[in-house]
């Protein structure tokens, strides 16, 4: 499955390794990102109030008012959907201003709502959003936490960790899913209503998904 990755301008975005038939857009001062990385994104959409430099040219850009309801990574999301992806990753989307961050946590629970899969990646962890009756089976070993989302998740089963839970539910103001651990290689992750956000370490855990 290949993989359309959005851009944004967060400080201190890893570089992407690019594979054949991946697709890179830009939102606004992500675009300055890709550049740093000595690449250039396929697709620029955005306001254009942050980029630093000018668009590049022979790059595909798609500038839009500075009065919108989008944000310019959300604009990003919906061109990447509408281009047929559905899987994302969010690279540059957190560890800047943190209302940006909870705004681009948002959109991992748009994707999920739309059958797509989303991944938000900071500082060595992917984040990920469930939906009603989502799962999401994780590979590897390493820290894992869950965490309602926007209210009560209700019907959350947890398997292949540490601290296991069958049809439990989880509320936003009480983080007992925090510091969680895969055993055994493999765990899943489901609820039946709701949402969560999953978190887990980039460096030995990877997820295994279909979309």
Partial sequence: MHTCYLIGAAPDAAPVVLEEGDY???ADGGCDTVRKWGLLPDFVVGDFDSMLQPAPSGVTCKKVPAEK???????ALREGLDRGYRRFELIGAAGGRPDHTFANMQLLVKAASLGAF?????????TAALT??????????GKVSVFSFGGQAKGV??????????EAELTQDKPVGVSNEIVGGEAEISLENGVLLVFWEDDGIQPLVNV
């Avoid at 089963?157 to 069958?166: A, F, N, Q, S």
């Fill in 24 to 26: 890179v857009i830009a």
């Fill in 69 to 75: 309801d989008d944000t310019d990574l959300a604009l």
């Fill in 118 to 126: 989303a991944v938000m990646r900071q500082d060595g962890f992917s």
């Fill in 132 to 141: 009603e009756n989502g799962s999401l089976k994780l590979r590897g070993s």
């Fill in 157 to 166: 089963t947890l398997r292949g960790l540490k601290y296991p839970l069958v």
